[in-house]
């Protein structure tokens, strides 16, 4: 095997193109050659955690506890809220989506409703009111 490297791109270089098949050939033994480290190959092996988001809601379920809290649905939802954050922290992504999808459940019919129930405040007052006139 000739082992010979030539520089294309050196001022000695006469005008003349390269030699494009002696090319292909030195990569060629260079890819299929014996390996110049005599030290047995080694690999390393990289895990990639994927980023799963979870949300866990405790915002949106500390303003339900607050404002909107019909039948302690708010107050549920907090506290499924919080262990959805815990099991987050821990690593245990499955039991963390598990709580954030029942949180987000709790969320929704406390905010509808604490909405529905702030309605019918409002608006059954003035009809008794009205019809007292």
Known sequence: MNHTVQTFFSPVNSGQPPNYEMLKEEHKVAVLG???NPAPPTSTV???H???SVPHCV???LF???FMNPCCLGFIAFAYSVKSRDRKMVGN???AQAYASTTKC???WALILGILMTILLIIIPVLIFQAHR
Do not use: D, E, M, R
């Open 34 to 36: 014996v390996p110049h």
């Open 46 to 48: 990289i895990h990639i």
């Open 50 to 52: 994927s980023k799963t």
């Open 59 to 61: 915002v949106w379920s």
């Open 64 to 66: 339900n506890t607050l």
């Open 93 to 95: 992504v499955t039991g």
């Open 106 to 108: 709790l969320n929704i």
